[in-house]
């Protein structure tokens, strides 16, 4: 998929080299921090989240609510993808973590991401645009993956490497346009387009059936995706952002 630079910041220069990402319990731990901890960021230490839980009533007992909810999450994000997307299950697992990391380093809802992904290369890792060069999970051009690193920090099909530099990208459309709406417009190549060729609609779409699924209810998003319906949470105005994810996770947490 072609992406319009043209309104973009000057890259900046990245130097310095991406590390091992968080995986596994390592993550369910940053989640977890994230209900705990109400409106506070996401330490990036799990062990400096444990901390932080010291002063709250029983943090033990939260923090154990909130990595059984984001434990449960991710199983039933995992299983909706799988069903919906053909995808297999250890390799959704992986991106649905590699999300979760890059969401919260660039201030982007990991389902957002996700919901990108779908459309883009629905969950294939080695999609490859014949025409554009496009590339890996979020159709990363190689200027573009050059621009930000290049091999040096990741090769173009890695799944951690696209998705940051997928993330990067749409953060830095969304903050040079100024709203979610104009950087997926941005985002998809129809920055000159009157329309964004209904990509818009696509992603948001498909981040109502994620959430509807990550809530447990998996079978109906899986009617709803082979329908090509939408969830009701699809009017619901959304900025895309981690904050906005953190919060809806605290309260899903809350109702476990």
Known sequence: MQHSLNNIRK??????RLAGLLRG???????????????AEVPADPGI????????ADPAAQKATAAEASEAMKANLASYVSRAYQVPRAQIEEIIDSAIEAGRKTNLDPLLLL????????????????RSGASGLMQILPSTHVARGGKRNGEIFDIDTNLRVGSELLRDLIDTTGSLQR????????????HDTGYGNSVTGE????????EGNVNQAVKLKRARKPAESFGDRISGTFSEFRSWFSNLSANR
């Not at 919901?115 to 014949?130: D, L, M």
């Open 207 to 214: 981040h109502s059936r994620l959430k509807l699924a990550a």
């Open 49 to 56: 989240a444990a901390a932080e839980l010291s002063s709250a």
């Open 11 to 16: 890259e900046h220069s990245l130097s310095r």
């Open 25 to 39: 319990s390592l993550l369910a731990a940053g989640l977890a921090a994230c209900a705990a901890c109400g409106a």
């Open 115 to 130: 919901s990108i992904t779908a459309v883009e290369s629905t969950f294939n890792p080695r999609a490859k645009n014949k």
């Open 183 to 194: 950087g997926l417009k941005h985002y998809v190549g129809a920055a000159l387009l009157s």
